[in-house]
T-cell receptor, first 116, second 113 residues
Framework: DAGITQSPRHKVTETGTPVTLRCHQT?????MYWYRQDPGHGLRLIHY???????DKGEVSDGYSVSRSKTEDFLLTLESATSSQTSVYFC???????????????FGQGTRLTVV | ELKVEQNPLFLSMQEGKNYTIYCNYS?????LYWYRQDPGKSLESLFV?????AVKQEGRLMASLDTKARLSTLHITAAVHDLSATYFC?????????????FGKGTLLTVNP
């Protein structure tokens, strides 16, 4: 299994509070991603990183920010949590593969976030 | 904006039957991936398809890619209950130095005895 650890695994928070989710990898992969998964929507990309301090927005980035100060850690912050951000959040990583430029994305175990 | 459409979204089938899940996408790409997700679990990589005409097989599952038609298929042969899961296709829309995947909404497969 790819070395990806998400923390926390479960969190309940109140509306309006800031929340930070952490993704830690031991694979030294260049790319890291945050997705959210909601019924009927599949997985939607929030933000991704293509190197230390290099990040870009995905399709559902409003209300979220990210930081990557070192290769192994990618943080997702909900600046002021809302009920619409109740979801399961997945971190993923990808790096150089033998066959092509990059490997497929490998996923962490997910964080279930509930905003009440 | 890249669109990735899977169909069907829900599939209920009997053990022993064959079926195909389709994945259409809206932009030029020659890298497509299939994932499996069991309830309450993470996503597991099934297949990596990296060129037009690529075909990969693992057990009762076979995936193929037609980049000209912008279509990938996941074929299930003689389904068994253990194949019940949600299957996602994902397309790499980068074509360049930045690499990110856009996912379809998934196909919930239920295999009944």
């Amino acid at each position: 299994d790819a070395g990806i650890t998400q923390s926390p695994r479960h969190k309940v928070t109140e509306t309006g509070t800031p929340v930070t989710l952490r993704c830690h990898q031991t694979e030294n992969h260049r790319y890291m991603y945050w997705y959210r998964q909601d019924p009927g929507h599949g997985l939607r990309l929030i933000h991704y990183s293509y190197g230390v301090k290099d990040t870009d927005k995905g399709e559902v980035s409003d209300g979220y920010s990210v930081s990557r100060s070192k290769t192994e850690d990618f943080l997702l912050t909900l600046e002021s949590a809302t009920s619409s951000q109740t979801s399961v959040y997945f971190c993923a990583i990808s790096g150089r593969g033998a066959e092509s430029g990059y490997t497929e994305a490998f996923f962490g175990q997910g964080t279930r976030l509930t905003v009440v | 904006e890249l669109k990735v459409e899977q169909n069907p979204l829900f599939l209920s089938m009997q053990e022993g039957k064959n079926y195909t899940i389709y994945c259409n996408y809206s932009t030029t790409s020659d890298r497509l991936y299939w994932y499996r997700q069991d309830p309450g679990k993470s996503l597991e990589s099934l297949f990596v398809l990296l060129s037009n005409g690529a075909v990969k097989q693992e057990g009762r599952l076979m995936a193929s890619l037609d980049t000209k038609a912008r279509l990938s298929t996941l074929h299930i042969t003689a389904a068994v209950h253990d194949l019940s899961a949600t299957y996602f296709c994902a397309v790499d829309e980068s074509g360049g130095s930045n690499y990110k995947l856009t996912f379809g909404k998934g196909t919930l497969l239920t295999v009944n005895p």
